[in-house]
C-alpha cells in the first residue's frame, strides 16, 4: 500500500518501535499525529470475551455478555466444518457489535496428553482433524471482515511450568503432529494473526525461535501476517523482533519499546528489520479499519446456533438395550430420577482466559421443568469438592427406588481443568464415582449425562446402559441435552480423541508434564489413536467413535487408480446409507495406511472425512480427493516431505477402530535405503510396547542430538526466568510473592466475615494459585501495566543475589525515574 509505504518515511523512529507492543490489555497503540488508529483484540475461541475498560492488569474481569458456543473439544466431535465455519460467522457478528477488530482463537494444539488443563480449548488429538475444524472457524470469522489469531504456535500442551518449559520434540513429531494442522490453516486461509507460545521449542522460547515464526511460518508457508505474543510470553524483545515476532501483547510498559530504539541506534537491529514489522503491523491496523462499522445482532437467533452447535456435538458413547432415546410426553414415557449437583448448577465452558459471560443459561433441571417432564431430583454430591457426603448418596438412593430410569449428570468441576494448571489424575470428583457406583449396585437402568473437557476413567462403565458426553456444550448445552436425551435430535458426535481405559495407556503417560525445565516427547508421532492402533491396546472408546438412534452401511468402495505417481491426485467414492428408521447423520472417515514401509509409522492416520445427513432408506455417495499430502511423511534424513514408495491401503469407517471397507493401491514415489542410522532406535518406535517406554539413547538417535539436561533452579543465581515460587525460598523473595498473590486474589470474606466469592471466582482464584507460583518474574514486569519495570525488576535481582546495597539503590533510582512524566 502507497499509504503504509509514506507512512514509514513520516514514523519517527521511536513512533516505530511503539507500534510494536498494545497500548494496553487489549489496544494496539494509536499515532494521532499520522491518523494511524487503535484496534481492539479480544479473546474468545468458542465466544467473544470482551473486557469492559478499566479491566484488571490480569485480563480476567468480567467480560460483557456475549454467546457462548460449545469449546473447541466439543465443537471438533461434530466433524462438520459447515458448523465450524456458522460458529465463527456469529462469533465475529458480535465482534463487529463490540468494535473488535481480531478474536484471539482458534486453538488448534495437539492433545497429548489428556490431563492438559487446557485440552478443552483445543480441537483434537489428530492434526488433520484440527486443521480442519481450525481452518473452517478461520475462514468464518474473517468473511465478515474480523481478524482471527491461530494459536499457540507452538508445541503448548501442557499448562504447568509453561511459561518457562522446553518442549524437547524429534522433527518427525514436530511437522507430522504439532505443526502440521497450523500448516493447513496457514496454507488454506492466511489468518491476519500468528499467536507465538510462551514455552520453548527445543531450547529456544517460541517468541523468539527464527526457525518457528520465520524460516517455517513465512517462508515455507507464506505466511502474510502479524505474529503476535501470547500474553506475557516475550523474553527478548529484540531477538524476538528478529526472528518475526511483530506485536507484544499485552502493552502499557515502555521498557520493551526503549530496547527496540537503542537496538537500531546501536546497530543490533536494522532499521529494514523495524520497518518490515511495522509495515505488516499497519497492514493489520487498516485493514481492521475497513470493517470498523459496529452492528447489531439477533441474541436469541445466536443462542439458537449454540443450541443446534450443541446438539451436533454431542457423542453418544454407549447405548444399551436402546434406552435411548426417552419417552416425554408420550405413552409409556418412564418415572424418571435426575441426579447431580451438576443437574442444578451447570458446567458448560471451560475456566481462564476463555471465560464467556453467556446471555442466557439454563440448567439442565431447568429445562427439563420448562418442557412438562415429571422428575425427581436428588443433588447426589458437590461439584466443587472431592468429599461424598453419605447424606447426599442416601438421599439420593431413596429416591431411584420408585423410577424406571436414573440420569446422573456427571463431569469435571471447573476447579479440576482450566488454563494455568493440568489436571492431576483422570478421575472423576470421588463423591461423583461414589454415587454412580451406589446407584448403579440398586439400579438397573442409570444413564450418565457427562460434562466436562477432556477424557476421564470410567471404572462404572459397565454398570450402566446410556452415556451421552456433552463435553462442554456451551450456553445452549441444557437445551441441547433434553433434546437428545428424549429423541427430538438424534446425536451424531464422534470423539475427536481417544478414551483410554486408564491413564497408563497413554504413551505420554510418563513423560507428562515433567519439568521445571524440560518436557520430553518421547512418544515422537505416537499421539493418541496412532498409539493405541499401533499397540491394538484396546481403549475405552476410539478415536472417531459415535453412535446414533439410527443405523448406516457402508458399501461400493471405488479408487480411481490403482497406482498413483507423486503429484497425481487419488479420487475415493463411497456410498453410505441410511438402515434405520429415523434421520440421522453419519461421518464417513477415510484413513491410509502404509503397508510396508521402510520407517516407523502409525498403523494409520487420518486423511479425511465427510458428515453425510441421511432420510431412512437413503443413500448418498461421499468422494474423497487424496493429493501427495495424503500419504506423505517428513524425511529428517533430507530435512523434507518425502512420499515413500510402496503399497497403501484406504481405509473407509465410522471410527479408527470400526472400518468398512479397504481398498489398495500402489504409489511410486522415492525408495528410501541407508537408514543404518536408525537401527539403534527402531524397537521403542517401530515395534512400541504398552506401556510405551524409550530409553535416553533410543529418543536422543530420533531426536538427532544430544538430549538437553534436565536442569532444576539450584537458587545460587536468580534471573528474568526465576520463578515466584523459586524466589519464595528468601526472605524479600517470600514478601514479593505474597504482595503479588494479594494484588491477584479476589478478597474471599466481607466484612462481617462472610465468604462472597461467586463461583466464577473462586475458580479464577484457584487458577491463580496454581498457575502464578510458575510465572517467571519477567512476566509480571509485562503484566503490570508499566507499573513494574525492568529496571525495577534488575534491582530486585541484585538484593535476592545478596548485591543488596547496589540493588536498593538501583531500585529507587527506577522507581523515581517511573514517576517522572
Not at 463423591?431 to 457406583?437: S, T, V
Not at 503479588?740 to 478478597?747: D, G, L, S
Amino acid at each position: 500500500m502507497d499509504k503504509i509505504k509514506e507512512l514509514l518515511k513520516e514514523l519517527t523512529l521511536k513512533e516505530k518501535a511503539s507500534l510494536c507492543s498494545g497500548a494496553d490489555m487489549w489496544h494496539t497503540k494509536a499515532i494521532e499525529r499520522l491518523d494511524i488508529p487503535s484496534i481492539m483484540v479480544s479473546d474468545g475461541p468458542h465466544g467473544l470475551r470482551r473486557q469492559p475498560e478499566g479491566a484488571d492488569q490480569f485480563g480476567l474481569h468480567k467480560s460483557v455478555p456475549a454467546t457462548c458456543f460449545p469449546t473447541a473439544s466439543a465443537l471438533a466431535c461434530s466433524w462438520n466444518p459447515k458448523l465450524i465455519y456458522e460458529v465463527g460467522e456469529t462469533i465475529a457478528e458480535e465482534c463487529k457489535a463490540e468494535g473488535v477488530s481480531v478474536l484471539l482463537g482458534p486453538g488448534i494444539n495437539i492433545k497429548r496428553n489428556p490431563l492438559c488443563g487446557r485440552n478443552f480449548e483445543y480441537y483434537s488429538e489428530d492434526p488433520y482433524l484440527s486443521g480442519k475444524m481450525g481452518t473452517a472457524f478461520i475462514q468464518g470469522v474473517q468473511s465478515k471482515g474480523i481478524g482471527t489469531s491461530l494459536k499457540h504456535f507452538a508445541v503448548n500442551n501442557q499448562e504447568n511450568n509453561r511459561m518457562t518449559i522446553n518442549a524437547v520434540v524429534d522433527e518427525r513429531a514436530l511437522r507430522e503432529i504439532y505443526l502440521s494442522g497450523f500448516e493447513m490453516a496457514v496454507k488454506e486461509t492466511q489468518p491476519w494473526t500468528v499467536m507465538c507460545a510462551y514455552n520453548k521449542v527445543n531450547g529456544t522460547y517460541a517468541s523468539e525461535n527464527r526457525k518457528l515464526l520465520t524460516d517455517i511460518l513465512v517462508d515455507e508457508w507464506n505466511f502474510d501476517g502479524v505474529v503476535v505474543s501470547d500474553w506475557g510470553a516475550v523474553n527478548d524483545r529484540v531477538q524476538g523482533l528478529q526472528a518475526g515476532l511483530q506485536l507484544e501483547m499485552p502493552g502499557g510498559g515502555k521498557d520493551n519499546d526503549r530496547k527496540i530504539v537503542e537496538a537500531v541506534k546501536n546497530g543490533s537491529l536494522s532499521m529494514e528489520e523495524l520497518d518490515a514489522a511495522v509495515e505488516k503491523l499497519l497492514t493489520l491496523i487498516f485493514n481492521s479499519e475497513k470493517n470498523k462499522e459496529v452492528s447489531s445482532y439477533d441474541v436469541e437467533e445466536h443462542h439458537q446456533k449454540a443450541v443446534k452447535a450443541a446438539e451436533e456435538s454431542a457423542v453418544l458413547l454407549k447405548n444399551e438395550e436402546a434406552i435411548l432415546p426417552l419417552q416425554d410426553h408420550e405413552k409409556g414415557a418412564k418415572k424418571i430420577a435426575v441426579l447431580g449437583d451438576l443437574a442444578v448448577n451447570p458446567r458448560y465452558q471451560g475456566s481462564g482466559s476463555s471465560l464467556i459471560n453467556p446471555t442466557r443459561l439454563k440448567s439442565i433441571h431447568q429445562v427439563f421443568s420448562e418442557k412438562g417432564i415429571e422428575f425427581d431430583y436428588a443433588k447426589g454430591y458437590d461439584r466443587l469438592v472431592d468429599k461424598t457426603d453419605i447424606d447426599l448418596v442416601y438421599e439420593a438412593a431413596e429416591i431411584v427406588k420408585d423410577t424406571d430410569v436414573v440420569i446422573i449428570v456427571a463431569g469435571l468441576s471447573a476447579l479440576a481443568e482450566s488454563e494455568g494448571f493440568d489436571r492431576e489424575h483422570m478421575d472423576l470428583p470421588h463423591n461423583q464415582n461414589d454415587l454412580i457406583k451406589e446407584i448403579t449396585s440398586i439400579h438397573d437402568n442409570v444413564i450418565i449425562v457427562l460434562v466436562g473437557g477432556a477424557p476421564i476413567e470410567m471404572p462404572w462403565i459397565n454398570g450402566i446402559k446410556g452415556l451421552l458426553n456433552m463435553y462442554l456444550s456451551g450456553q445452549g448445552g441444557a437445551e441441547a441435552t433434553f433434546d437428545l436425551l428424549f429423541g427430538h435430535a438424534n446425536p451424531s458426535g464422534k470423539l475427536g480423541e481417544t478414551y483410554g481405559e486408564k491413564y497408563k495407556d497413554y504413551p505420554s503417560g510418563k513423560y507428562f508434564p515433567e519439568g521445571p525445565s524440560t518436557v520430553e516427547y518421547r512418544e515422537s508421532i505416537y499421539v493418541g489413536y496412532r498409539y493405541f492402533d499401533k499397540v491394538k491396546l484396546e481403549p475405552l472408546f476410539p478415536f472417531g467413535h459415535g453412535l446414533s438412534y439410527t443405523s448406516f452401511e457402508f458399501s461400493n468402495l471405488v479408487l480411481s487408480k490403482k497406482e498413483l505417481s507423486v503429484g497425481e491426485k487419488l479420487t475415493v467414492k463411497v456410498d453410505v446409507t441410511n438402515t434405520g428408521s429415523r434421520e440421522g447423520a453419519e461421518v464417513v472417515q477415510l484413513y491410509v495406511k502404509h503397508k510396508n514401509s521402510s520407517v516407523f509409522k502409525a498403523e494409520k492416520e487420518l486423511k479425511g472425512f465427510d458428515k453425510v445427513s441421511l432420510n431412512p432408506g437413503e443413500t448418498k455417495q461421499c468422494e474423497f480427493v487424496l493429493d501427495e499430502n495424503a500419504f506423505r511423511f517428513y524425511y529428517t534424513k533430507d530435512a523434507r516431505w518425502c512420499v515413500e514408495s510402496g503399497d497403501y491401503e484406504i481405509l473407509v469407517g465410522s471410527s479408527s477402530r470400526d472400518i468398512h471397507l479397504t481398498g489398495g493401491v500402489t504409489v511410486h514415489g522415492v525408495d528410501l535405503i541407508g537408514h543404518e542410522e536408525w537401527q539403534e532406535a527402531e524397537s521403542p518406535y517401530t515395534a512400541p510396547t504398552v506401556p510405551f517406554q524409550a530409553s535416553d539413547r533410543d529418543f536422543s538417535v530420533i531426536f538427532g542430538e544430544t538430549l538437553p539436561t534436565k536442569a532444576v533452579f539450584p537458587g545460587e543465581s536468580f534471573t528474568y526466568d526465576s520463578t515466584l515460587k523459586d524466589i519464595s525460598r528468601t526472605y524479600l523473595g517470600k514478601k514479593v510473592y505474597g504482595a503479588v498473590m494479594k494484588q491477584v486474589m479476589t478478597p474471599t470474606k466481607s466484612q462481617d466475615g462472610e465468604v462472597v466469592l461467586s463461583e466464577n471466582e473462586l475458580v479464577t482464584n484457584h487458577m491463580m494459585e496454581k498457575m502464578l507460583p510458575h510465572n517467571p518474574l519477567r512476566s509480571l514486569v509485562i503484566s503490570s501495566n508499566g507499573k513494574l519495570t525492568y529496571g525495577m525488576l534488575d534491582g530486585l535481582l541484585l538484593i535476592l543475589n545478596k548485591k543488596r546495597l547496589k540493588g536498593g539503590g538501583k531500585l529507587v533510582l527506577e522507581v523515581v525515574k517511573n514517576l517522572m512524566p
